[in-house]
């Protein structure tokens, strides 16, 4: 869908908005407003605008940027610390999250070359990029796999999240195009100060967090029986329940056993779902049905799983996406050797 650009002189950025928005953003004199035509952005879409079409943003600005939310309060807010990350971001992408659905304590043991891909864009979301080319435009990249692909800088509002940041109970759909998520995971974990096994499993997590479930599958297959504890067919686990098969994934987390990933996890879920504002009524249905012994029953929460994906929307969804998500962040923080 084409992105409409105005002629101005040369401002800094160029940031784009809905129409419904536009006449409400507060911006600097550095940044000049347009209109985003948001007729594919409604929520729960998975697809995202191409830049084939959009004029260079070379001829008008240094850098642009866009965001499907129609709340101008929430966009002014965005706009803020945009503006004043790009100032020491240089020529690096950026993403600022409308909500952060990471704790506090959890987010400081994930290693920042992972940061740009444990958190799941969504369109009211605020992107932006450096100058554009000519040639990445005529390429029909799409805007999403364009800033992921370049490893950005992200930072999150303090608010929050909504039930769309969390994976799905079942596969889900992915929104990005495999070879650019690979091409991110790929860089990220080069840095990564551990083994070539755990770098593997960190692979694996990253593509189950986005959607990948078969390409998540043929890593941990590899793997399968290795590492004391088995870190592998944890992520194996996991993925057998989102797929779904509730008899295959109790198979592989029998054959895991007790993981100090688990343990962790259980000692933190409460106080990680409360950090997250999760309601009474999930708070209670975790702390009564998927902790024994201060640990994460895997077994429990397979059940929970079957029971969100016969009731989308339910506390037993939002409980399952919430604890899911937490159980992925958990897993590749051990995965990557950081945990405590």
């Known amino acids: 869908m084409p992105i409409l650009l105005e002629n101005q002189k040369d401002p800094s950025m160029q940031l784009l908005v809905p129409q419904s928005i536009r006449s409400s953003i507060n911006a600097a004199d550095s940044v000049t407003v347009s209109s985003l035509n948001t007729t594919e952005l409604g929520e729960g879409k998975t697809t995202w605008p191409a830049l084939q079409g959009l004029k260079s943003s070379s001829e008008h600005s240094n850098g642009i940027a866009f965001t499907g939310n129609e709340d101008a309060q929430a966009v002014n807010a965005m706009l803020k610390l945009l503006i004043d990350q790009v100032k020491d971001a240089g020529q690096s992408s950026i993403i600022v999250f409308s909500e952060e659905p990471i704790p506090a304590s959890l987010l400081s043991q994930l290693p920042q070359s992972l940061r ?26 799409g805007l999403l796999d364009v800033v992921v692909r370049n490893s950005p800088v992200c930072r999150a509002m303090p608010n929050a999240p909504s039930q769309e940041r969390f994976p799905l109970a079942g596969p889900g759909q992915a929104f990005i195009k495999r070879d650019s998520l690979m091409a991110a995971i790929d860089n990220a974990v080069q840095s990564l100060e551990t083994d070539q096994r755990n770098k593997r499993c960190v692979e694996s997590g990253l593509l189950l967090m986005w959607d990948f479930l078969d390409d998540s599958h043929e890593i941990s297959q590899t793997m399968e029986g290795k590492g004391s504890p088995r870190t592998a067919d944890y992520w194996h686990g996991i993925m057998h329940r989102r797929e779904p098969d509730a008899g295959n994934a109790s198979y592989w987390f029998r054959r895991v056993g007790p993981h100090p990933a688990m343990d962790h996890l259980g000692t933190q879920l409460i106080a990680w779902m409360s950090e997250l504002k999760a309601s009474p009524e999930m708070l209670q249905l975790a702390e009564s049905r998927l902790l024994k012994n201060k640990s994460l029953d895997p077994f429990a929460l397979i059940e929970l799983s079957t029971a969100a994906l016969r009731n989308p929307g339910s506390v037993a969804d939002q409980t399952l996406r919430m604890v899911q998500y937490l159980e992925i962040l958990n897993l590749l923080v051990w995965s990557c050797g950081n945990a405590e």
């Not at 740009?116 to 990249?141: E, M, N, Q, W």
Request: glycine share 4%; charged share 20%; aromatic share 8%.
């Open 116 to 141: 740009s891909l444990i958190r799941r864009p969504l369109h009211h979301d605020l992107f932006y990029l450096p100058t554009v080319s000519g040639d990445l435009i005529a390429s029909k990249s």
